[in-house]
């Protein structure tokens, strides 16, 4: 298999992440997700906002050439958090693990949180094998599915 690769976000790979992020079925699954993810201004405004935050670190993962999605560290509840999204048609190939470790590598940013949906069984493989561990839950909204969704807090000590 070819490596993963990552690299910082360009003008570019915006309107790549606005197509991954309006699959019904993605946001579905992702659960948290933004309010109206079919609103190109908006999801623009905040890849802009992310570009330029020196607090959040953002890499696109490319594989065999493509943009395949990208891995995001950012602030919630005033803890470091990590996120990533891989385009749907590319699930199931251990993309988003090779994608996830690279991060990890690239950031030593510890104690580092993720969250996911309790039935969102592919990204809590994907934490699992990069070393994160269960550590809560909670309740919140989910916009993505228009309901209080379960999630399992995660996190990564070393």
């Given amino acids: 298999m ?3 690769l990552l690299r910082p976000v360009s003008d570019a790979d915006v309107p790549l992440f606005f197509a991954h992020q309006n699959d019904p079925h993605a946001v579905r699954m992702a659960a948290f997700t ?7 201004v ?3 405004a905040r890849w802009a906002r992310i570009r330029t935050d020196p607090a959040m670190l ?8 493509v ?3 990208h891995v995001l560290r950012y602030a919630q509840f005033g ?18 693990s090779a994608a996830l470790d690279a991060f990890l590598r690239l950031d030593p940013t510890r104690p580092l949180y993720a969250r996911a949906a309790v039935d969102n069984l592919g990204s809590l493989r994907v934490l699992s094998k990069c070393g994160f561990v269960a550590v809560g839950e909670d309740v919140g909204f989910a916009e993505g599915r228009g309901a209080d969704v379960e999630e399992f807090i995660l996190r990564l000590d070393v």
Avoid: K, N, Q, Y
Avoid at 60 to 65: A, D, G, L, P, R
Avoid at 79 to 96: D, N, S, T
């Fill in 79 to 96: 803890e470091p958090e990590v996120g990533f999204w891989i385009a749907r048609e590319h699930w199931g190939r251990g993309l988003a």
């Fill in 34 to 40: 933004a309010a109206d993810p079919r609103d190109a």
């Fill in 67 to 69: 943009v395949v999605g």
């Fill in 42 to 44: 908006a999801f623009a």
């Fill in 58 to 65: 953002a890499r696109t993962v490319e594989f065999e050439h």
């Fill in 2 to 4: 070819s490596a993963v």
